[in-house]
């Protein structure tokens, strides 16, 4: 096994997708002045921080780092589960690495061959394989299952005055809870079969998974003492609108294994929902509402985030058939209007509205606020 000997002394801005936080006041960095490594390659840092949900940023001479193994970790079984498997570890990074004090690096240590090696199945050829050796056979029944699907690596660097230096290391694993294959008959046609899996047993091997990564990267110079942190992500069927969620965490602070695994209370719940919950309700009446106001809507979903059973965000898609200004305006106005009745007030929201031509509108409330922001889309 060969990964890249780390070099700590760079980072990148870690900037949301989502739209929200296009609207949110830019907060001022403390850090402004220019800097260089050992190397004298010029580094600095952003002079401004989104919020302190974001790591502030280190550009290494005038250029983004992007992961060793970013190739390998874009290949989940759905654009959804790409998008909260990295995110979802930002979150779970946040609490051992503050936003105050490190700045965040794409992965630097793991290399895309290591990750291939990894993810593949344990043989004599690839003895580093985590997935276990497969049986030959094809048939969900009897198959021996992948349970490991991707591994994402994510630095944080802490500024010394030596320059900014590691100072800690989270990897997301995520897992299947349905083997997705495919087969080939005679004719060369394909087909594609689905395996399900166990939660018992996927748990199990996740957290031997996470172990043995951190033993391998102990092995490595300088990451001896280095603290990691492990999360377990269980992806959702490639068909959910709602993406899966982070199960599990685990703190490495030196050692060759996790200290403890924490489980977390984390769900995902789509609407509407055939679940009788005050939230099921409120959706149903806000999605009544404005289907009544504008009856030629494609569609309205939501995915709600919990924790602890407690309804963290609720991101609603509306899909329109309507093409004209003044009709999205008058539109947007009454989805605000029908959000401050109808959706609960104490959950960030955003909404989105969508036609063939792309967002059309935008309406959100930060969690704790009682005002929508909006923007039309031109």
């Not at 276990?132 to 010394?160: A, C, F, W």
């Not at 995902?268 to 409120?282: M, R, V, W």
């Not at 404005?290 to 309205?300: A, D, E, R, Y």
């Not at 959706?343 to 959100?364: N, R, T, Y």
């Amino acid at each position: 096994m060969k990964m890249n000997k780390p070099r700590w002394k760079m980072g990148v801005l870690l900037a949301s997708l989502g739209l929200l936080a296009a609207c949110t006041d830019l907060e001022k960095s403390s850090e402004q002045t220019p800097q260089t490594n050992n190397n004298l390659v010029p580094v600095e840092t952003t002079t401004n921080q989104l919020s302190n949900a974001y790591y502030r940023a280190l550009i290494v001479d005038g250029t983004y780092k992007s992961s060793q193994n970013r190739g390998v970790s874009l290949e989940l079984n759905s654009t959804v589960n790409m998008k909260d498997f990295e995110s979802g570890l930002l979150d779970v990074a946040r609490s051992v690495f503050s936003t105050d004090t490190y700045y965040f690096q794409e992965g630097q240590v793991i290399t895309e061959e290591v990750a291939q090696s990894w993810l593949g199945r344990k043989t004599e050829d690839n003895p580093d394989g985590l997935n276990p050796t497969g049986n030959d056979s094809d048939d969900p029944k009897t198959r021996v299952p992948k349970y490991l699907s991707q591994i994402v690596e994510q630095d944080y660097l802490v500024q010394t005055e030596k320059g900014f230096e590691l100072g800690g290391i989270a990897i997301g694993l995520a897992m299947n809870q349905i083997d997705y294959y495919t087969t080939k008959d005679e004719k060369d046609r394909i087909y594609t079969h689905e395996q399900e899996l166990d939660i018992a047993k996927i748990e199990e091997n996740a957290k031997k998974y996470g172990n043995q990564i951190v033993r391998r990267l102990r092995q490595e110079e300088g990451l001896e003492s280095i603290p990691i942190v492990v999360g377990i992500f269980i992806q959702s069927p490639q068909d959910s609108l709602a993406g899966g969620v982070y199960k599990f965490e685990g703190l490495s602070q030196e050692g060759n294994s996790v200290d403890e695994w924490v489980e977390r209370k984390e769900e995902k719940i789509l609407f509407p929902s055939n679940e009788e919950s005050e939230d099921a309700s409120h959706f149903a009446n806000f999605k009544n509402e404005i289907q009544s106001f504008f009856p030629n809507l494609s569609g309205v979903t939501g995915i709600g985030r919990y924790n602890n059973s407690q309804l963290q965000s609720l991101e609603i898609n509306i899909m329109t058939q309507f093409y004209g200004e003044t009709e999205i305006i008058a539109f947007t106005q009454h989805i605000t209007d029908a959000a401050s009745q109808y959706l609960p007030q104490d959950a960030q929201i955003e909404i989105k509205v969508e036609s063939i031509d792309g967002i059309e509108s935008f309406v959100a409330r930060d969690n704790g606020s009682q005002n929508f922001t909006y923007h039309i889309f031109d």
